[in-house]
């Protein structure tokens, strides 16, 4: 037992005097300052990831017209099969002039919906960031036709995909939707 005691003071007084007459003091600050810096690196970093995704949903979050959600919602359903088509296009058209009455030009809401669904990183971020707004401000006949034309969009090209299909079980999910299950 005196063996290991003698050992360890040994240890313990070697660690001292290198601490105090070598360079310790600067071994185990330089080992801590490489330890603060790396978190406040991970810290920033994460800081960064964070504030990059709250600028690309801004824009959806920032919406208050229905209309223009619907159509960002139905574009970026057609895109989950790809590319928008002419046909796709011509009816992404045809339901913002006739079925959501949005006035001007049919390529400018089509456009500015396909540049906002882009700018989207997925399908569910559309569906989380949309549905409250859907939630609030659509009527049950409202809700009936969105769901109409999400399943109007799916249909072109021969059907609706796996991920189109996702697209609107989730959007069904978040609204507590029940009706209009065709």
């Known amino acids: 037992m005196p063996v290991i005691g003698v050992i360890l003071g040994a240890v313990i007084w070697g660690v ?16 801590l300052d490489t ?18 995704e709250r600028a690309q949903r801004a824009p959806l979050r920032a919406l208050e017209d229905p209309r223009e959600a619907a159509m ?11 590319e928008i088509t002419a046909e796709q296009n011509l009816a992404l058209s045809k339901i913002a002039m006739d079925r959501l009455g949005l006035e001007g030009k049919p390529e400018h809401h089509t ?9 989207a ?3 569910d971020h559309v569906v989380a960031d949309l549905s409250p707004l859907f939630h609030t401000r659509l009527t049950r006949e409202e809700m009936d036709d969105l769901f109409a034309m999400m399943s109007e969009i799916a249909a072109l090209h021969g059907g609706a995909t796996e991920a189109q299909e996702a697209m609107i079980e989730r959007m069904r999910r978040r609204l507590s939707y029940t009706g209009n299950q065709g």
Request: glycine share 6%; aromatic share 8%.
């Open 35 to 52: 330890r603060k810096e790396r978190e406040s690196e991970n810290k920033n970093a994460k800081a960064i990831a964070d504030a990059r």
């Open 111 to 119: 456009t500015l919906a396909a540049f906002a669904a882009r700018a």
């Open 16 to 31: 001292i005097l290198w601490m105090i007459w070598g360079n310790g003091i600067q071994v185990v600050n330089h080992w």
């Open 72 to 82: 960002i919602l139905l574009t970026k359903l057609a895109m989950l099969r790809g």
């Open 121 to 123: 990183k997925d399908a």
